[in-house]
């Protein structure tokens, strides 16, 4: 977040535009500065390995992409692409979710009528994710469902007055 702040110094507005993925990347930068230099401190050894480990591939990823080897740096993603998805699965539902998408107008309680139509429902959400709309007075839930609960969940959505999409 402070590389980000210090290079856009002249454009302060063109963080406005960030996207939820940036705001995910960097939630850490909102919270308290003395209890994370305490942790960080506390571990400064195993702080200090990991960072030189995340150096040591963000060079070789600069190297990958400087001598235009694309196929490493496709495979570069596909192998944290794989990591990733092990760790977002719960184990309940790692044999497959869906993904449904909704629109809901940006007002409070706008996220809990959603939540609760599903609830009402007995559709459990294994994750959500909310998209702004840059024009503002909207916004995008996606709703991660166990894919064999995805049906009912689209029902209990159009019954309750939304109309979703499965994205996956």
Not at 141 to 151: D, E, I, K, N
């Amino acid at each position: 977040m402070g590389l980000a702040a210090t290079e856009e110094a002249g454009e302060p507005e063109i963080l406005l535009l960030a996207a939820g993925g940036f705001r995910d990347l960097t939630r850490l930068a909102a919270s308290n500065p003395g209890l994370w230099s305490e942790i960080l401190i506390a571990n400064r050894e195993q702080v200090a390995g990991a960072i030189d480990l995340y150096v040591d591939r963000l060079v070789a990823l600069r190297d990958e992409v400087l001598g235009e080897r694309g196929s490493d740096v496709e495979r570069t993603f596909d192998e944290a692409k794989r990591a990733r998805l092990k760790l977002a699965a719960k184990p309940t539902v790692r044999a497959g979710v869906a993904v449904l998408q909704a629109e809901i107008p940006d007002e409070p309680g706008a996220l809990a009528r959603i939540t609760a139509v599903l609830a009402e429902g007995s559709v459990n959400i294994e994750d959500l994710q909310i998209v702004h709309s840059p024009e503002g007075g909207r916004g995008t839930v996606h709703l991660t469902v166990a894919s064999g609960a995805a049906g009912d969940a689209a029902a209990v959505l159009r019954a309750g007055g939304y109309d979703p999409i499965r994205l996956a």
